[in-house]
């Protein structure tokens, strides 16, 4: 498995043989990784199935976030993307092994537990921590994926701030404590909130029903559902229907946050663990062990209330605290001490260059930017992987080493080209870009495929294959 590029990060190297683990962690959000640097430092050597497709993308939900202002010791905010290439890193140079797959069954009827991933490897193990995070429940409406992160998000706590925000009429989706909380939350930010509930009552608790229809700033509109979402670049309506007449109105807003709950991704736990009645991990209060010896939980799979980034990270790190110990006294864990004390800097991600004339080459595996893109188009004859980005775009981040990876199998058979929407807006418009990722394969100047999202890298591999 080759390093990923962007993280500069060592991923394991046989995955077709290991050993019995020590830990492995399932989940590579702030939980997933705080875990994984601190059972890597306690040379556990900690093995961390970083998750692929199932239960969102690698990164959780920090990674299809934009700026990130609360998360202690980024004083300016950083990119949600962005924290979780730096966990990712912190978690690799301590010496954590990345598995980056899907588990798709795990035995926990009998120890050394097992877990089966989507390549068909079985991994055994002494101890778990179970960090699969949980999805924000969406509206799936005709339009949300291009809007989505462009005006549409999960999370007005970590959204709302944000400029395009600012002074602007907002919605929020639910009539529980969330869409109350955020509701309020967010007439801080928005010229006016416009709370839409389904039925004619809210769920939430009586004082924070109370708050909102004391305040002037939100509009209840009851009995209300959305649609669809309209606008260009960004948000600009809502197609909303009267569920009581059956009347469809349009409501102009830049802003379109869901409050309509979580789903703990835990489908992998069922019957073998104890969860609560919405499906979330149950461990003892205020710590991480589950019902099972020497399996742990850790971050918003096991947490319904808080659901932040920093609580699931220090979660995290109880997790592997526990881990450790739990390891120790049952005499189960067997140390790997690192070469060397302190471990190599991180270094910085390696970014690729923009061709030009001067550094373009006809024979790079992977190129950025429309010169090389042109070039390439007209003078390769390989067929040639197209990647549209733009800079904020977390599934991206996921998409792109996994490209890189494609292209290092193929062995200069094929070729890839980075195109930053946001500079090459022309070259995004005329390809008839809608949303980021999107990959175009072509050979001898004909388009032969398009994918919007993050696929299996196979999908990808076997359609160039059959070009060749
Ligand atoms: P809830 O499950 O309590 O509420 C979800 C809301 O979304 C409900 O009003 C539900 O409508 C609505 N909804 C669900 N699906 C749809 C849909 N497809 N279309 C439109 N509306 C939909 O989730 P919350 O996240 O609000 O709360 C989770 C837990 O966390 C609760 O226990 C809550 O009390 C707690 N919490 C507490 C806070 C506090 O005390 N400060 C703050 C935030 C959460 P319907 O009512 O019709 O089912």
Redesign the pocket.
């Known amino acids: 498995m080759a390093p990923t590029e962007e993280s500069g990060a060592h991923a394991l190297r046989d995955p077709a043989h290991h050993p019995l683990q020590n830990l492995v962690i399932i989940g590579s959000g702030p939980a997933g990784y705080t875990a994984a640097i601190y059972a890597a430092r306690a040379n556990l050597s900690p093995l961390l199935i970083t998750g692929f497709q199932k239960g969102g993308i690698p990164g959780g939900q920090l990674m299809t976030t934009t700026h990130v202002e609360n998360y202690p010791g980024f004083p300016d905010g950083i990119l949600g993307p962005d924290l979780m290439d730096r966990c990712k890193a912190q978690a690799v140079r301590w010496g954590t092994k990345l598995l980056e797959v899907d588990a798709i069954s795990v035995d926990l009827s009998h120890r050394p537990y097992t877990i089966t991933t989507s390549d068909s490897e079985i991994i055994r193990t002494q101890s778990l921590i179970l960090a699969t995070g949980a999805s924000a429940?969406r509206?799936h409406l005709p339009h949300e994926d291009d809007f989505w992160s462009r005006g549409i998000s999960a999370c007005a706590i970590c959204d709302g701030a944000t400029p395009q925000f600012r002074q602007e009429s907002l919605a929020v989706?639910?009539?529980?404590?969330?869409?109350?909380?955020e509701a309020v939350y967010l007439t801080k930010y928005g010229s006016h909130v416009h709370l839409?509930?389904?039925?004619e009552?809210?769920?939430?608790?009586a004082a924070?029903a109370d708050r909102v229809l004391a305040n002037s700033a939100i509009t209840v509109h009851w009995n209300a559902?959305?649609l669809d979402v309209q606008g260009t670049d960004w948000l600009e309506a809502l197609t909303l229907r009267d569920r009581s007449s059956g009347g469809l109105n349009q409501l102009a807003v830049k802003g379109l946050f869901y409050?309509?709950?979580?789903t703990p991704n835990t489908d992998l736990f069922q019957d073998q663990l104890q969860l609560d009645s919405?499906g979330y991990i149950l461990t003892r209060p205020g710590r991480p062990e589950t019902s099972l010896e020497g399996v742990f939980a850790a971050g918003d799979v096991a947490d319904?209330?808080w659901r932040q980034g920093i609580t699931a990270a220090g979660s995290g790190c109880q997790a592997a605290l526990a881990a450790e110990r739990w390891l120790s006294h049952h005499d189960l864990a067997v140390t790997v001490a690192r070469d060397s004390i302190d471990p190599e800097p991180s270094g910085t991600p390696m970014r690729t260059a923009t061709s030009d004339a001067d550094n373009y080459s006809q024979d790079l595996s992977w190129q950025k930017g429309a010169y090389a893109l042109r070039r390439l188009y007209h003078e390769s004859n390989k067929p040639l992987l197209v990647i549209y980005t733009s800079p904020t775009c977390g599934p991206c981040h996921v998409l792109k080493p996994q490209l890189k990876r494609v292209l290092n199998e193929l062995d200069g058979k094929a070729q890839g080209v980075e195109i930053d929407i946001d500079v090459d807006q022309e070259i995004a418009a005329q390809a008839g870009i809608t949303g980021t990722p999107t990959v175009q394969l072509f050979f001898n100047k004909e388009l032969k495929n398009t994918w919007r999202g993050v696929k299996q890298r196979t999908e990808f591999r076997q359609a160039v294959e059959s070009l060749l």
């Open positions: 429940n509206l989706v639910g009539g529980g404590d969330s869409a109350c909380e839409i509930v389904r039925s009552k809210l769920r939430a608790s924070m559902e959305v409050a309509i709950g979580h919405k319904a209330e």
